[in-house]
């Protein structure tokens, strides 16, 4: 699939703060966002549009009613499905990303179930001291896209612009 640039996936997101977080940061680096619901919360809810401020009309967010037809979807369009979870099976640094990946991160209060973690063709986690149970679920999609835009040259260029093949396919 040639073209297909990164997406990030909120698995039944449980904090509006979170998931505009999330969309904010997605707009601002140009990827597209897959919401599996359900959500937690209404996209009207005001802590969700004042943590994605005006960002969320400028990201390319598709919802999916559930993780099937999420899944269904994405085997479609023939992604890999990389989970990041606290117990991921591959450190971060050693993990090699593929520029049409999608990074899927779980709830907040319960992570993703075992269906959807065995979907995953790939799970990762960052690794942190010991002692310390788990970082931000803004703050670990936010590191994870990173070294995933990176390892890809997907980052927009120093002009602002996007990527070669502009803004990411959505909706």
């Not at 707009?27 to 969320?56: K, N, Q, T, W």
């Not at 999420?70 to 989970?83: E, S």
């Not at 990041?84 to 991160?105: M, N, R, Y």
Request: proline share 5%; net charge negative.
């Amino acid at each position: 699939m040639t073209g297909a640039m990164l997406r990030l996936a909120l698995f039944q997101p449980d904090i509006p703060q979170n998931a505009g977080t999330m969309i904010r940061m997605a707009a601002c680096l140009g990827i597209a966002v897959d919401i599996v619901e359900p959500a937690a919360f209404d996209v009207s809810d005001r802590h969700f549009r004042r943590s994605g401020m005006d960002y969320l009309e400028r990201a390319a967010v598709r919802r999916h009613d559930s993780f099937a037809a999420f899944d269904g979807w994405r085997r479609a369009q023939g992604r890999r499905l990389v989970l990041a979870e606290t117990d991921g099976a591959t450190p971060l640094p050693d993990f090699a990303f593929q520029a049409s990946d999608i990074v899927l991160v779980g709830r907040e209060s319960a992570g993703v179930t075992a269906e959807v973690r065995a979907a995953a063709e790939a799970s990762l986690h960052i690794p942190m001291r010991s002692g310390l149970r788990s970082l931000n679920v803004a703050l670990a999609a936010a590191m994870v896209i990173g070294e995933a835009l990176r390892q890809t040259g997907g980052f927009p260029d120093r002009n602002g612009t996007e990527a070669e093949d502009g803004h990411p396919e959505a909706r």
